[in-house]
């Protein structure tokens, strides 16, 4: 009859709106677990970059570490090496640091220490990298610099610190000047990462 189909028609419209509804709860729900899942992504590689950033960084200087500094000197001496491009690598340590530290304790000799570290990281520009190499030793890769320019750069940096005097402004003590040695070497075509080390720390 009529109105038997009118009514499965209706009985019809009202199972598909129920099930339309279903399905759009159903999708909002994925939806809302994407966007969650999504945060949770983004969490988590913020966590890894901190990480390895933290990895990579010398604590107490806040520049790179030993660690980065071996994986990006491998690195640019191969790129060098298959480039052509010049590299220089100076390395060196705080004069008299041990005596420096002996006499006016260990929290000076750490402000030391972040005032060199400050002055190589001011004075190097972008392909560059200033890392604390061990204790007082601090070491610069100059990528695309040639000796020339890589001595000029250097004399900059020891010019910089040398003028710099250690103050305690509080207790109105002056410690004197810090002085910084450094030696110089340009890669040679076939010479290992540690060779070019060697030659820039007898330098």
Not at 158 to 172: F, H, L, P, S, Y
């Amino acid at each position: 009859t009529e109105e038997g189909s009118l009514g499965g028609i209706e009985s019809f419209i009202q199972s598909m709106m129920l099930e339309t509804k279903r399905f759009q709860k159903a999708n909002s729900d994925l939806q809302v677990r994407l966007e969650q899942s999504s945060e949770e992504i983004e969490f988590l590689q913020h966590n890894l970059q901190k990480a390895e950033s933290e990895s990579n960084t010398d604590s107490l200087t806040g520049i790179a570490n030993r660690k980065k500094f071996d994986c990006t000197l491998l690195r640019e001496v191969a790129q060098a090496g298959q480039a052509g491009h010049p590299l220089c690598l100076a390395i060196g340590d705080i004069d008299h640091f041990k005596q420096f530290n002996d006499s006016y304790g260990h929290p000076v000799g750490d402000q030391v220490l972040k005032l060199v570290a400050r002055a190589l990281f001011d004075n190097i520009k972008g392909g560059d990298l200033a890392a604390r190499y061990g204790g007082e030793e601090f070491a610069i890769i100059l990528p695309n610099t040639t000796l020339e320019n890589g001595y000029s750069l250097v004399e900059t940096i020891r010019e910089t610190i040398g003028n710099r005097r250690i103050r305690n402004k509080q207790k109105d003590k002056d410690f004197g000047n810090v002085t910084l040695s450094l030696g110089l070497a340009q890669y040679v075509a076939g010479e290992t990462p540690a060779e070019l080390l060697e030659r820039a720390d007898v330098a």
